[in-house]
């Protein structure tokens, strides 16, 4: 049976510092698409990550073990893609407009590109809904849908309690559906819908 993820921390921290790889494999994906629909860029994404675990591992004697380990993790997840997406504005208010997406400029020169710009439209308009949120309904929000973690997990990361983070991905999700239906409908009224 494999070791759980508190198991591993426990570990590491008694002298076994390989055993973090396999934190770093079971956790990278999810961590990266949380990252990515956050800061919007795939390279930037894949900084947030690196630059968590690099400070997972720097301060894995500040873990306690009598929160889980995922919670610990997705925090500072969290406050790499502030500081990050902070730093990032400011060089796109210095510089002007943004980049184009990595992720996109990359699907056009596959043969579904079609596909692949109306996938990036839809996660396009999916962020700027969620960007439209208040920060910690859409962190909520996307800890919850794009992170896979548990409401007790939320509670942990975001340092709130348990029916805390349960009312921050409740309303973050009754705001994105507003605000679909409200974009939905100016649209059909100016023919942009069927």
Same mark, same amino acid.
């Given at each position: 049976?494999?070791?759980?993820?508190?198991?591993? *921390?426990?570990?590491?921290?008694?002298?076994?510092?390989?055993? /973090?790889?396999?934190?770093?494999?079971?956790?990278?994906?999810?961590?990266?698409?949380?990252?990515?629909?956050?800061? =919007?860029?795939?390279?930037?994404?894949?900084?947030?990550?690196?630059?968590? /675990?690099? $400070?997972?591992? $720097?301060?894995? +004697? @500040?873990?306690?073990?009598?929160?889980? /380990?995922?919670?610990?993790?997705?925090?500072? &997840?969290?406050?790499?893609?502030?500081?990050?997406?902070?730093?990032?504005?400011?060089?796109?208010?210095?510089?002007? %407009?943004?980049?184009? %997406? !990595?992720?996109?400029?990359?699907?056009?020169?596959?043969?579904?590109?079609?596909? %692949?710009?109306?996938?990036?439209?839809?996660?396009?308009? &999916? %962020? &700027?809904?969620?960007?439209?949120?208040?920060?910690?309904?859409?962190?909520?929000?996307?800890?919850?849908?794009?992170?896979? &973690?548990?409401?007790?997990?939320?509670? @942990?990361? *975001?340092?709130?309690?348990?029916?805390? $983070?349960?009312?921050?991905?409740? =309303?973050?999700?009754?705001?994105? $559906?507003?605000?679909?239906?409200?974009?939905?409908?100016?649209? +059909? !009224?100016?023919?942009?819908?069927?």
């Amino acid at each position: 049976m494999p070791l759980s993820d508190d198991q591993i *921390m426990h570990s590491v921290l008694d002298g076994q510092p390989e055993l /973090f790889e396999e934190l770093v494999r079971r956790h990278r994906p999810s961590l990266l698409r949380t990252a990515q629909h956050t800061l =919007k860029n795939h390279a930037l994404a894949e900084e947030a990550v690196q630059e968590t /675990f690099l $400070a997972a591992y $720097a301060k894995r +004697a @500040t873990f306690d073990p009598q929160y889980p /380990f995922r919670g610990w993790l997705w925090t500072i &997840l969290l406050n790499a893609c502030r500081t990050i997406g902070r730093r990032e504005q400011r060089r796109t208010d210095r510089h002007g %407009s943004a980049e184009i %997406s !990595d992720d996109l400029v990359a699907a056009t020169s596959h043969e579904d590109a079609f596909a %692949s710009v109306v996938d990036a439209e839809r996660d396009a308009l &999916l %962020s &700027l809904h969620l960007d439209s949120l208040p920060e910690v309904q859409a962190d909520a929000v996307r800890l919850r849908f794009f992170g896979g &973690l548990t409401f007790e997990e939320i509670a @942990t990361a *975001m340092d709130c309690s348990l029916n805390g $983070a349960k009312q921050r991905v409740k =309303k973050g999700l009754e705001r994105l $559906a507003a605000a679909i239906k409200h974009a939905h409908n100016r649209g +059909a !009224d100016q023919g942009d819908f069927p």
